[in-house]
């Protein structure tokens, strides 16, 4: 017999009788401190006075080697042993980083094993230490915990390389093809592909002769385009075997800003802005174009989906011009272009109505519409060193050489007042959906900020000790489980470094203008799809 017959549930009634216990189906059906067990035939409720016994927790990391970081997308093995003398109805495990969510357990033996994807938990920082406590609840529901004895460390930071060891080579802004390959170009005239895993996907290609290549690469569907120092804009195979024959254009002055992209039916365009003064096209049928002088252009021309072309010069009246595009430039400005201020040298935007969003060196934001109109939304506290973004409402987050980041409305009233302070120049942020880090900023000085839609800091990182950081780019595997969603964000270095970060979210696709160029593949097209 239970030992309900010798102990506390001897329960005598009226008549000395004895009541049995209650009928159950299964330890749901008993009271707390009660589990369900069939004797001489019968399911009833029973007393447990023996809570589970919980020890040996461990954790560790599938991604990585023993005693290395676990990546912020990693997933975490954690095993312990469990028991109970009577009945075990579960044991789950949850991490610190969200001890309020659990997850079950499977048993082998006297062993419990669970896999703990880190994307599923928030991770508030950019490097934190995670421990797992392991919960064992037997079927009286009382229960017992354990937790690791070591903690593992979590970090966002994927990878670094350098490009070309040993060599502190400048780095132009990336480009991400779909497959996640990362295509930069350098002060040594070479462009180099990098694998998501980090290293080479195959050797580089050197265009030209060689010459400078400061202007972020773009990516077609029929071309990956390059613009360079020594004035050419040049089209390379998809697969980075080397140049396209004949796909080719001579700007007639040095190129410094990125490739805007205009894809046909038959043929893909690229289109740069040179310090000539011209803007030059090159097509995947072999075709070129050029456009009349007028002053020199350091940034590179933006497209909306009907092709218009548009582009704002340097120079102490630094003007916007607009371009229809038919195999030849017809600007549609002749008379009067319209000025945007003192050197525009920050990469142009397009807001949802086809408007020209720019930034000047003497602080000005400046609106223009497609008929030529415009008006200055907002005077900021610096220079103007990088691309404005576009919000899905309107919104317009620009940073200045002050270190101090703006979001305007699109009437420019300031809407962080004061403006958030990042202590060095601010560089072209990008917009992220699903999750807490609206924004990732990233400085000149090298260090990379993730912000809410209030500008509050989530964590910050220095990713370049004495190197500039330039603005970044992003991947997004296909195929992650809604809500859990993380991306890899690029951001090269002046010294020839390539950082791989893993975020929250992905791009914010609903906005017009989420980064500079616009979207990964940099196609600095308003129509192209983020």
Not at 80 to 87: F, K, L, V
Not at 319 to 346: C, H, I, K, M, Y
Not at 400 to 428: E, K, M
């Given at each position: 017999?239970?030992?309900?017959m010798?102990g506390?549930?001897?329960l005598?009634?009226?008549?000395?009788t004895?009541?049995?216990?209650?009928?159950?189906?299964?330890?749901?059906d008993?009271?707390?401190?009660?589990?369900c067990?069939?004797?001489?035939g019968?399911?009833?409720c029973?007393?447990?006075?023996?809570?589970?016994?919980?020890?040996?927790?461990a954790?560790?990391?599938?991604?990585v080697?023993?005693g290395?970081?676990c990546?912020?997308?990693?997933t975490?093995?954690?095993?312990a042993?469990?028991?109970d003398?009577e009945?075990?109805?579960e044991?789950?495990?949850?991490l610190?980083?969200d001890?309020s969510t659990a997850?079950?357990m499977?048993?082998?033996?006297d062993?419990?094993?669970?896999?703990?994807?880190?994307?599923?938990?928030?991770?508030?920082?950019f490097?934190?230490?995670?421990d797992a406590?392991v919960?064992?609840?037997?079927?009286?529901?009382?229960?017992?915990?354990?937790t690791?004895?070591?903690?593992i460390?979590?970090t966002?930071?994927r990878?670094?390389?350098e490009?070309?060891?040993?060599?502190?080579?400048?780095?132009?802004p990336?480009?991400?093809m779909?497959?996640?390959?990362?295509?930069?170009?350098?002060?040594?005239?070479?462009?180099?592909?990098?694998k998501p895993?980090?290293?080479r996907?195959?050797?580089?290609?050197?265009?030209?002769?060689?010459?400078?290549?400061?202007?972020a690469p773009?990516i077609?569907?029929?071309?990956?385009w390059?613009g360079?120092?020594?004035?050419?804009?040049?089209g390379l195979a998809l697969?980075?075997?080397g140049?396209?024959?004949?796909?080719?254009v001579?700007s007639?002055?040095?190129?410094?800003g990125s490739?805007?992209?205009?894809t046909?039916?038959?043929?893909?365009?690229?289109f740069?802005?040179?310090?000539?003064?011209?803007?030059?096209?090159?097509s995947?049928?072999?075709?070129?174009?050029?456009?009349?002088?007028?002053?020199?252009?350091?940034?590179?021309?933006?497209?909306?989906s009907?092709?218009?072309?548009f582009?704002a010069?340097?120079?102490a009246n630094?003007t916007?011009?607009?371009?229809?595009f038919?195999?030849?430039?017809t600007?549609q400005?002749?008379?009067?272009?319209p000025?945007?201020g003192?050197?525009v040298?920050?990469?142009?935007?397009?807001?949802?109505?086809?408007?020209v969003i720019t930034?000047s060196?003497?602080?000005k934001?400046n609106?223009?519409?497609?008929v030529?109109?415009?008006?200055?939304i907002?005077?900021?506290?610096?220079?103007?060193v990088d691309?404005?973004?576009?919000?899905?409402n309107?919104?317009?987050i620009v940073?200045?050489q002050?270190g101090?980041?703006h979001?305007?409305?699109?009437?420019?009233?300031?809407l962080?007042?004061?403006a958030?302070?990042?202590?060095?120049?601010?560089l072209?942020?990008?917009?992220?959906a699903?999750?807490?880090?609206?924004?990732?900023v990233?400085?000149?000085a090298g260090?990379?900020?993730?912000l809410?839609?209030?500008?509050a800091?989530i964590?910050?990182?220095?990713?370049?000790t004495?190197?500039?950081?330039?603005?970044g780019?992003i991947?997004t595997?296909p195929?992650?489980?809604?809500g859990?969603?993380?991306?890899?964000?690029?951001y090269p270095?002046?010294?020839?470094k390539?950082?791989a970060?893993i975020?929250?979210?992905?791009?914010?696709?609903?906005?017009p203008?989420p980064?500079?160029f616009?979207?990964?593949?940099?196609?600095s097209?308003a129509?192209?799809a983020?």
């Amino acid at each position: 017999m239970k030992r309900w017959m010798t102990g506390v549930w001897v329960l005598v009634m009226g008549c000395g009788t004895v009541k049995d216990p209650p009928t159950c189906a299964t330890s749901a059906d008993c009271p707390a401190g009660e589990y369900c067990a069939s004797a001489q035939g019968e399911q009833r409720c029973w007393p447990d006075s023996h809570p589970p016994v919980v020890s040996g927790v461990a954790v560790s990391c599938l991604d990585v080697a023993a005693g290395e970081k676990c990546p912020r997308d990693g997933t975490l093995r954690v095993t312990a042993t469990a028991s109970d003398a009577e009945e075990l109805a579960e044991v789950r495990v949850a991490l610190t980083l969200d001890p309020s969510t659990a997850v079950a357990m499977t048993r082998t033996g006297d062993t419990w094993t669970a896999d703990v994807p880190l994307a599923t938990v928030p991770v508030a920082a950019f490097e934190a230490t995670v421990d797992a406590t392991v919960t064992a609840r037997d079927g009286a529901r009382q229960e017992a915990s354990a937790t690791t004895a070591a903690a593992i460390p979590v970090t966002r930071l994927r990878w670094t390389t350098e490009v070309e060891p040993g060599q502190a080579i400048a780095l132009t802004p990336a480009a991400v093809m779909t497959d996640g390959t990362v295509v930069v170009a350098g002060s040594n005239g070479k462009v180099y592909f990098v694998k998501p895993d980090g290293t080479r996907a195959h050797d580089p290609v050197t265009v030209g002769s060689g010459q400078a290549i400061s202007a972020a690469p773009a990516i077609g569907t029929k071309a990956i385009w390059v613009g360079s120092e020594d004035a050419w804009l040049r089209g390379l195979a998809l697969d980075g075997s080397g140049a396209l024959a004949g796909v080719a254009v001579n700007s007639e002055g040095a190129i410094r800003g990125s490739v805007a992209v205009f894809t046909e039916a038959t043929k893909e365009w690229g289109f740069v802005a040179s310090a000539s003064g011209r803007l030059a096209a090159a097509s995947t049928g072999l075709d070129t174009a050029r456009s009349g002088a007028t002053s020199a252009y350091v940034v590179g021309p933006a497209v909306d989906s009907a092709g218009r072309v548009f582009a704002a010069s340097s120079g102490a009246n630094s003007t916007v011009r607009e371009f229809l595009f038919d195999g030849a430039f017809t600007d549609q400005w002749v008379t009067s272009s319209p000025v945007v201020g003192v050197n525009v040298s920050a990469a142009i935007a397009l807001d949802r109505s086809g408007n020209v969003i720019t930034g000047s060196q003497d602080k000005k934001i400046n609106l223009t519409t497609v008929v030529g109109g415009t008006s200055t939304i907002a005077t900021v506290s610096d220079a103007i060193v990088d691309s404005p973004i576009i919000l899905p409402n309107g919104d317009i987050i620009v940073g200045d050489q002050s270190g101090a980041l703006h979001r305007l409305s699109s009437d420019g009233t300031a809407l962080w007042t004061p403006a958030r302070n990042l202590g060095a120049a601010v560089l072209s942020p990008m917009l992220l959906a699903g999750t807490s880090a609206t924004l990732l900023v990233p400085t000149r000085a090298g260090t990379l900020y993730a912000l809410d839609g209030s500008g509050a800091e989530i964590w910050h990182r220095s990713l370049g000790t004495g190197a500039e950081l330039r603005s970044g780019n992003i991947h997004t595997r296909p195929g992650q489980p809604a809500g859990h969603v993380v991306s890899t964000a690029y951001y090269p270095t002046s010294d020839g470094k390539l950082h791989a970060v893993i975020v929250d979210g992905q791009l914010d696709t609903s906005a017009p203008w989420p980064k500079a160029f616009h979207d990964p593949r940099n196609t600095s097209n308003a129509g192209t799809a983020p």
